[in-house]
């Protein structure tokens, strides 16, 4: 009888992964290694990465706010940067409260800020099937619910003027600049999640009129947006009657805009 094929060495997996390009390859070499049962399968996620999958993609998973994140193909991998946004969130919200994960990619964000606080009641919606599925899986330790549809349309009306916290990460690269990102997100997620329009604000303006009717006096829109967009979101918060305000984490390049329905 033949003996079982052995793994390759760890050197083995980083070279192969330095030669691909991989900047991290040393731990992007024990994740693949963890996740594969088999020789076989390891040297395919390898061969998968080395192709440009991004590796969130190769194993399934994204790490999120401390949270392993069900990423599917396709899908729009969560930003470690982007776990700012839920600091946020987590500071003006409460235990209990009403959440919706609007453009939910994942789920990732409404998954983090349930788990950072207890008990809320949690929806989540976007337009990519695909993405709504990550977010059933992503949520449902939370007991929240994923619907699908163009922004607000799939949500039920009963939440209408009760949300408290609307986390809404809308795209917001322009589309010009679509084509510079890196081959990783350009190639293998869902353009609906990267194009923000002409300016990278598009989306935004058609939620933040929306938002007002959905929070509750006194509830919060919080979104992500880059330091150059600053000003037009700010005017884009301010025209829905909504009051801005700015944070900024440097260490992360992170910028979060927070529009608070007036009580």
Do not use: K
């Not at 003006?92 to 994942?106: I, K, M, Q």
């Not at 989306?203 to 007002?212: G, H, I, Q």
């Amino acid at each position: 009888m033949t003996a079982p094929a052995p793994f390759p060495s760890f050197s083995t997996l980083v070279t192969q992964l330095r030669a691909a390009g991989c900047v991290f390859a040393e731990d992007e070499a024990r994740l693949l290694r963890s996740a594969a049962a088999t020789p076989g399968e390891l040297a395919a996620m390898v061969e998968r990465r080395a192709s440009g999958l991004p590796l969130e993609h190769v194993i399934g998973w994204a790490e999120f706010y401390g949270l392993r994140i069900a990423v599917d193909g396709g899908v729009f991998v969560p930003r470690r940067r982007t776990e700012f946004l839920v600091e946020r969130a987590v500071a003006l919200a409460r235990t209990g409260a009403l959440v919706v994960d609007l453009c939910c990619g994942s789920g990732a964000l409404g998954a983090a800020l349930a788990a950072a606080l207890g008990p809320v009641e949690l929806h989540a919606a976007d337009i990519d099937p695909a993405a709504v599925s990550c977010a059933r899986r992503n949520i449902a330790a939370a007991g929240g619910l994923a619907h699908q549809g163009d922004l607000f349309d799939p949500l039920p009306a009963t939440l209408r003027g009760r949300v408290d916290v609307l986390l809404a990460n809308v795209p917001y690269v322009p589309t010009e600049e679509v084509e510079l990102l890196p081959a990783e997100a350009r190639l293998h997620e869902a353009r609906v999640a990267l194009d923000g329009g002409a300016d990278g604000l598009d989306v935004l303006r058609r939620v933040t009129p929306e938002a007002v009717h959905w929070l509750a006096p006194g509830g919060h829109l919080l979104f992500e947006t880059s330091e150059r967009q600053v000003p037009g979101a700010v005017r884009t918060v301010e025209a829905a009657g909504l009051v801005a305000e700015v944070a900024e984490c440097e260490e992360r390049y992170a910028v979060v805009v927070t529009g608070t329905r007036p009580v």
